[in-house]
């Protein structure tokens, strides 16, 4: 099994959830947002390297982040290891990269509901977990790319207080 599947498959578990074909969708439209699904891994403008753009550099260095949640999911890796020494996103498989966002997305405090959301192939989930755990865009429905990749329109009132308890940033 993939190191990717292993996250996937672990996180399934946890949360009791039936299908993780959409966790695969949102995963690819992650990079597809961040890298046009690796085409484009290494930022020109900040440290970012990879399919879903980790930082490289500076405080809360988010690659280095992202690797130790990672060990939580699959162990103490030989690959992981090197990773933490090479701090170098581009260096590792796709497999590993998805696993790598798949497992820093999940560790991160507040995202069980998202994922059930996300399992169920709900688009505003997707949007709003990738906005406030992975890049922390302040209005995901402002930028066409975010919007037009996730198949966003913006919320009608009633919409918005459908989803006030579980996605408040939406309302």
Do not use: C
């Not at 490289?56 to 990773?83: D, P, S, V, Y």
């Not at 507040?110 to 406030?132: P, Q, V």
């Amino acid at each position: 099994m993939s190191d990717y599947n292993k996250v996937k498959s672990g996180i399934a578990n946890k949360l009791n959830l039936k299908d993780t074909k959409n966790i695969d969708e949102f995963t690819n439209k992650v990079a597809e947002i961040e890298s046009s699904g690796g085409k484009n891994t290494t930022s020109k403008i900040s440290s970012a390297k990879g399919i879903f753009q980790f930082l490289t550099k500076g405080k809360g260095n988010a690659f280095q982040t992202g690797l130790n949640r990672l060990e939580r999911h699959l162990g103490k890796a030989e690959w992981i290891k090197k990773a933490k020494e090479h701090n170098d996103p581009n260096l590792l498989s796709k497999d590993q990269q998805k696993a790598l966002f798949l497992a820093n997305l999940y560790e991160q405090k507040g995202t069980d509901e998202y994922f059930k959301k996300i399992s169920e192939g709900n688009s505003l989930a997707m949007a709003e977990a990738y906005s406030k755990f992975h890049h922390t865009v302040e209005d995901i429905y402002k930028d066409p790319r975010i919007s037009d990749i996730f198949n966003l329109k913006a919320p009608t009132k009633e919409e918005a207080a459908l989803t006030a308890n579980t996605f408040p940033e939406a309302v």
